[in-house]
Protein backbone atom coordinates (compact mmCIF):
# COMPACT_ATOMS: atom_id res chain seq x y z
CA UNK A 1 0.00 0.00 0.00
CA UNK A 2 1.60 3.25 -1.45
CA UNK A 3 2.43 5.29 2.04
CA UNK A 4 1.39 8.85 -0.29
CA UNK A 5 -0.52 8.91 -3.00
CA UNK A 6 0.35 8.47 -6.47
CA UNK A 7 0.30 11.33 -9.16
CA UNK A 8 -2.33 11.42 -11.36
CA UNK A 9 0.33 11.50 -14.62
CA UNK A 10 3.68 10.73 -14.73
CA UNK A 11 6.18 13.74 -13.33
CA UNK A 12 8.80 14.00 -15.43
CA UNK A 13 11.47 15.92 -12.79
CA UNK A 14 15.04 17.74 -14.63
CA UNK A 15 17.84 17.77 -11.25
CA UNK A 16 19.49 20.68 -12.75
CA UNK A 17 21.75 23.62 -11.28
CA UNK A 18 25.16 23.92 -14.26
CA UNK A 19 27.08 24.54 -11.06
CA UNK A 20 29.06 21.34 -9.84
CA UNK A 21 29.34 19.62 -6.73
CA UNK A 22 25.76 21.50 -5.05
CA UNK A 23 24.01 17.90 -4.85
CA UNK A 24 22.16 17.01 -8.01
CA UNK A 25 23.82 13.49 -8.30
CA UNK A 26 23.22 12.99 -4.59
CA UNK A 27 19.40 14.75 -4.14
CA UNK A 28 18.41 12.35 -7.29
CA UNK A 29 19.36 8.75 -6.26
CA UNK A 30 18.41 9.21 -2.47
CA UNK A 31 14.82 11.08 -3.75
CA UNK A 32 14.18 8.43 -5.94
CA UNK A 33 14.95 5.93 -2.83
CA UNK A 34 13.18 7.70 -0.89
CA UNK A 35 10.06 7.91 -3.38
CA UNK A 36 10.52 4.07 -3.80
CA UNK A 37 9.97 3.62 -0.03
CA UNK A 38 6.68 6.19 -0.36
CA UNK A 39 4.89 3.15 -3.04
CA UNK A 40 5.93 5.37 -6.35
CA UNK A 41 7.27 3.65 -8.80
CA UNK A 42 10.55 5.58 -9.86
CA UNK A 43 13.11 5.96 -12.84
CA UNK A 44 16.38 7.35 -12.68
CA UNK A 45 17.35 8.58 -15.87
CA UNK A 46 21.15 9.45 -15.53
CA UNK A 47 22.74 12.52 -17.97
CA UNK A 48 25.94 12.68 -16.73
CA UNK A 49 28.27 11.48 -18.82
CA UNK A 50 30.47 10.90 -15.26
CA UNK A 51 27.72 8.06 -14.20
CA UNK A 52 27.74 9.44 -10.81
CA UNK A 53 24.24 8.45 -10.36
CA UNK A 54 24.81 5.15 -11.91
CA UNK A 55 27.59 4.33 -8.97
CA UNK A 56 25.77 5.22 -6.54
CA UNK A 57 22.51 3.20 -7.23
CA UNK A 58 25.72 0.15 -8.12
CA UNK A 59 23.79 -0.05 -11.53
CA UNK A 60 27.13 -1.01 -13.75
CA UNK A 61 28.13 2.00 -16.51
CA UNK A 62 31.22 0.59 -18.06
CA UNK A 63 31.30 1.47 -22.53
CA UNK A 64 28.91 -0.87 -24.02
CA UNK A 65 25.91 -0.84 -21.54
CA UNK A 66 22.78 0.16 -22.84
CA UNK A 67 22.89 3.66 -21.64
CA UNK A 68 21.40 7.38 -22.05
CA UNK A 69 24.48 7.39 -25.33
CA UNK A 70 21.89 4.97 -27.09
CA UNK A 71 18.62 6.45 -26.48
CA UNK A 72 20.10 9.86 -27.22
CA UNK A 73 22.26 9.09 -30.28
CA UNK A 74 21.83 5.40 -31.46
CA UNK A 75 17.55 5.85 -31.06
CA UNK A 76 17.43 3.09 -28.76
CA UNK A 77 14.46 2.92 -27.20
CA UNK A 78 13.66 3.60 -23.37
CA UNK A 79 12.43 0.07 -22.95
CA UNK A 80 15.84 -1.15 -24.33
CA UNK A 81 18.49 0.72 -21.94
CA UNK A 82 16.54 0.98 -18.66
CA UNK A 83 17.56 -2.23 -15.75
CA UNK A 84 17.15 -2.31 -12.27
CA UNK A 85 18.78 -1.08 -10.20
CA UNK A 86 20.18 -3.77 -7.60
CA UNK A 87 20.58 -1.56 -4.65
CA UNK A 88 16.84 -0.22 -4.29
CA UNK A 89 14.59 -3.42 -5.52
CA UNK A 90 12.18 -1.99 -7.88
CA UNK A 91 14.06 1.33 -9.25
CA UNK A 92 14.45 1.59 -12.74
CA UNK A 93 17.63 3.55 -13.75
CA UNK A 94 18.74 4.25 -17.40
CA UNK A 95 22.96 4.37 -16.91
CA UNK A 96 25.35 6.99 -18.21
CA UNK A 97 28.71 5.54 -19.83
CA UNK A 98 31.43 7.40 -20.90
CA UNK A 99 30.00 8.02 -24.46
CA UNK A 100 27.96 10.02 -23.50
CA UNK A 101 30.38 12.77 -23.39
CA UNK A 102 30.95 13.11 -27.10
CA UNK A 103 26.96 13.07 -27.27
CA UNK A 104 26.94 16.76 -27.44
CA UNK A 105 29.10 17.07 -30.22
CA UNK A 106 27.26 13.94 -32.28
CA UNK A 107 24.18 15.40 -32.11
CA UNK A 108 24.89 18.42 -33.79
CA UNK A 109 24.12 17.14 -36.78
CA UNK A 110 21.15 15.00 -35.60
CA UNK A 111 17.67 16.11 -36.46
CA UNK A 112 15.27 17.57 -33.77
CA UNK A 113 18.38 17.16 -31.38
CA UNK A 114 17.37 19.03 -28.47
CA UNK A 115 14.28 16.93 -28.84
CA UNK A 116 15.56 13.04 -28.33
CA UNK A 117 14.89 12.69 -24.47
CA UNK A 118 11.40 13.75 -24.79
CA UNK A 119 10.65 11.76 -27.26
CA UNK A 120 12.28 8.64 -25.86
CA UNK A 121 9.93 9.50 -22.90
CA UNK A 122 7.19 10.09 -24.27
CA UNK A 123 7.02 6.80 -26.43
CA UNK A 124 7.21 4.40 -23.21
CA UNK A 125 4.37 2.82 -22.51
CA UNK A 126 4.99 3.04 -18.64
CA UNK A 127 4.43 6.76 -19.05
CA UNK A 128 1.49 9.28 -18.91
CA UNK A 129 -1.68 9.24 -17.23
CA UNK A 130 -2.88 6.34 -15.23
CA UNK A 131 -5.66 5.22 -17.46
CA UNK A 132 -3.69 4.76 -20.28
CA UNK A 133 -0.26 3.60 -18.67
CA UNK A 134 -1.57 1.15 -16.08
CA UNK A 135 -0.17 -0.57 -12.89
CA UNK A 136 3.43 -0.35 -14.39
CA UNK A 137 3.30 3.40 -14.91
CA UNK A 138 6.02 5.67 -13.37
CA UNK A 139 4.65 8.14 -11.14
CA UNK A 140 8.32 9.87 -11.16
CA UNK A 141 11.12 10.07 -13.52
CA UNK A 142 14.25 11.78 -12.47
CA UNK A 143 16.50 13.20 -14.95
CA UNK A 144 19.77 13.99 -13.28
CA UNK A 145 21.81 16.78 -15.20
CA UNK A 146 25.44 17.18 -15.75
CA UNK A 147 27.00 20.00 -14.44
CA UNK A 148 26.83 22.27 -17.40
CA UNK A 149 24.45 23.51 -19.64
CA UNK A 150 24.74 22.08 -23.06
CA UNK A 151 22.92 19.70 -25.23
CA UNK A 152 22.76 16.75 -22.93
CA UNK A 153 21.00 19.48 -20.14
CA UNK A 154 18.76 21.20 -22.89
CA UNK A 155 17.57 17.70 -24.26
CA UNK A 156 16.72 17.60 -20.01
CA UNK A 157 14.67 20.84 -19.91
CA UNK A 158 12.58 20.09 -23.06
CA UNK A 159 11.70 16.32 -21.76
CA UNK A 160 10.59 16.96 -18.34
CA UNK A 161 7.33 19.38 -17.08
CA UNK A 162 9.14 20.06 -13.68
CA UNK A 163 12.81 21.41 -13.06
CA UNK A 164 13.95 20.88 -9.64
CA UNK A 165 17.23 23.23 -8.46
CA UNK A 166 19.32 22.20 -5.78
CA UNK A 167 21.35 24.95 -3.72
CA UNK A 168 23.80 24.17 -1.66
CA UNK A 169 23.80 26.35 1.12
CA UNK A 170 26.96 28.12 0.96
CA UNK A 171 28.90 31.37 -0.33
CA UNK A 172 28.24 32.05 -4.05
CA UNK A 173 25.17 29.91 -3.61
CA UNK A 174 22.87 32.06 -5.80
CA UNK A 175 25.51 32.88 -8.49
CA UNK A 176 24.38 31.69 -11.57
CA UNK A 177 20.86 31.06 -10.50
CA UNK A 178 20.29 34.10 -13.16
CA UNK A 179 22.04 32.15 -15.98
CA UNK A 180 20.02 29.39 -15.48
CA UNK A 181 16.73 30.84 -14.84
CA UNK A 182 17.08 32.56 -18.42
CA UNK A 183 17.72 29.71 -19.65
CA UNK A 184 14.73 28.03 -18.17
CA UNK A 185 12.85 30.90 -19.95
CA UNK A 186 14.52 30.65 -23.06
CA UNK A 187 13.67 26.60 -23.28
CA UNK A 188 9.39 28.06 -22.21
CA UNK A 189 9.80 30.17 -25.06
CA UNK A 190 11.10 28.14 -27.88
CA UNK A 191 10.85 24.39 -26.88
CA UNK A 192 8.97 23.67 -24.37
CA UNK A 193 6.22 25.47 -22.76
CA UNK A 194 5.11 23.50 -19.96
CA UNK A 195 8.57 23.95 -18.00
CA UNK A 196 8.31 25.09 -15.02
CA UNK A 197 10.83 25.31 -11.43
CA UNK A 198 8.86 23.84 -9.24
CA UNK A 199 10.81 22.89 -6.61
CA UNK A 200 13.73 24.26 -5.21
CA UNK A 201 15.84 22.10 -2.37
CA UNK A 202 18.43 23.33 0.22
CA UNK A 203 21.37 21.05 0.19
CA UNK A 204 24.49 20.27 2.61
CA UNK A 205 22.78 22.76 5.08
CA UNK A 206 24.97 23.42 8.06
CA UNK A 207 22.71 24.64 11.23
CA UNK A 208 25.54 25.61 12.72
CA UNK A 209 26.70 28.52 11.33
CA UNK A 210 25.16 31.58 10.07
CA UNK A 211 26.12 31.41 6.61
CA UNK A 212 24.12 28.80 5.87
CA UNK A 213 21.17 30.20 7.37
CA UNK A 214 21.84 33.31 5.76
CA UNK A 215 21.82 31.74 2.16
CA UNK A 216 18.75 29.82 3.17
CA UNK A 217 16.86 32.72 4.15
CA UNK A 218 18.00 34.65 0.93
CA UNK A 219 16.94 31.44 -1.25
CA UNK A 220 13.41 31.47 0.91
CA UNK A 221 13.06 34.78 0.63
CA UNK A 222 13.62 35.14 -3.36
CA UNK A 223 11.69 31.63 -4.20
CA UNK A 224 9.22 31.47 -1.72
CA UNK A 225 6.89 28.60 -1.88
CA UNK A 226 9.16 26.40 -4.19
CA UNK A 227 11.52 25.88 -1.95
CA UNK A 228 10.84 22.98 0.20
CA UNK A 229 10.53 23.27 4.05
CA UNK A 230 12.88 20.79 4.22
CA UNK A 231 16.97 21.29 3.64
CA UNK A 232 19.01 18.67 3.43
CA UNK A 233 21.90 18.90 5.99
CA UNK A 234 25.34 18.59 5.64
CA UNK A 235 26.24 15.09 6.78
CA UNK A 236 29.16 12.69 6.43
CA UNK A 237 27.03 9.57 6.10
CA UNK A 238 25.42 10.89 2.99
CA UNK A 239 28.61 11.59 1.17
CA UNK A 240 29.99 8.36 2.53
CA UNK A 241 27.02 5.69 1.19
CA UNK A 242 27.99 5.90 -2.54
CA UNK A 243 31.04 4.29 -2.01
CA UNK A 244 29.61 1.18 -0.66
CA UNK A 245 27.16 1.61 -3.89
CA UNK A 246 24.49 2.72 -2.17
CA UNK A 247 21.60 5.79 -1.34
CA UNK A 248 21.95 6.80 2.51
CA UNK A 249 18.73 5.51 2.56
CA UNK A 250 19.78 2.25 3.06
CA UNK A 251 23.47 2.74 4.41
CA UNK A 252 22.17 4.49 7.10
CA UNK A 253 18.02 4.48 7.50
CA UNK A 254 18.10 6.00 10.81
CA UNK A 255 20.38 9.24 10.27
CA UNK A 256 19.66 12.94 9.94
CA UNK A 257 20.39 12.56 5.85
CA UNK A 258 18.10 9.83 5.45
CA UNK A 259 15.47 10.78 7.44
CA UNK A 260 15.34 14.38 5.60
CA UNK A 261 15.56 12.92 2.02
CA UNK A 262 12.71 10.84 3.14
CA UNK A 263 10.54 13.99 4.48
CA UNK A 264 11.76 15.94 1.30
CA UNK A 265 10.33 13.21 -0.94
CA UNK A 266 6.96 13.22 0.94
CA UNK A 267 6.87 16.61 0.77
CA UNK A 268 7.46 16.78 -3.43
CA UNK A 269 4.79 13.49 -3.38
CA UNK A 270 2.14 15.84 -1.26
CA UNK A 271 2.29 19.43 -2.69
CA UNK A 272 2.19 17.32 -6.61
CA UNK A 273 3.11 19.23 -9.54
CA UNK A 274 2.97 23.61 -9.35
P1 LIG B 1 26.53 17.38 -8.22
O1 LIG B 1 25.84 16.19 -8.77
O2 LIG B 1 25.69 18.61 -8.20
O3 LIG B 1 27.85 17.63 -8.89
P2 LIG B 1 26.97 15.71 -5.91
O4 LIG B 1 25.62 15.20 -5.55
O5 LIG B 1 27.86 14.78 -6.66
O6 LIG B 1 26.84 17.10 -6.68
O7 LIG B 1 27.67 16.19 -4.55
C1 LIG B 1 28.98 16.73 -4.57
C2 LIG B 1 29.77 16.17 -3.39
O8 LIG B 1 29.18 16.57 -2.17
C3 LIG B 1 29.81 14.66 -3.37
O9 LIG B 1 31.06 14.24 -2.92
C4 LIG B 1 28.73 14.29 -2.37
O10 LIG B 1 28.98 13.06 -1.72
C5 LIG B 1 28.80 15.44 -1.40
N1 LIG B 1 27.50 15.73 -0.78
C6 LIG B 1 26.33 15.92 -1.40
N2 LIG B 1 25.34 16.19 -0.51
C7 LIG B 1 25.94 16.16 0.71
C8 LIG B 1 25.46 16.37 2.04
N3 LIG B 1 24.17 16.67 2.29
N4 LIG B 1 26.33 16.29 3.05
C9 LIG B 1 27.65 16.01 2.80
N5 LIG B 1 28.16 15.80 1.60
C10 LIG B 1 27.32 15.87 0.54
MG1 LIG C 1 26.33 15.01 -10.46
Do not use: W
Not at 73 to 88: D, F, K, Y
Not at 189 to 198: I, M
Amino acid sequence: RPAVARPPATRVMVVANQKGGVGKTTSTVNLAAALCQLGQRVLVIDLDPQGNASTALSVEHRRGVPSTYDLLVNGATLAEVITESPEVPGLSVVPATIDLAGAEIELVSVVARESRLYRAIQAHPAVGAAAEAGEERFDYVLVDCPPSLGLLTLNALVAGEEMMIPIQAEYYALEGLGQLLETVEMVRQHLNQRLSVSTILITMYDARTRLASGVADEVREHFGETVLRTSIPRSVRISEAPSYGQTVMTYDPGSPGALSYLEAAREMAVRGAR
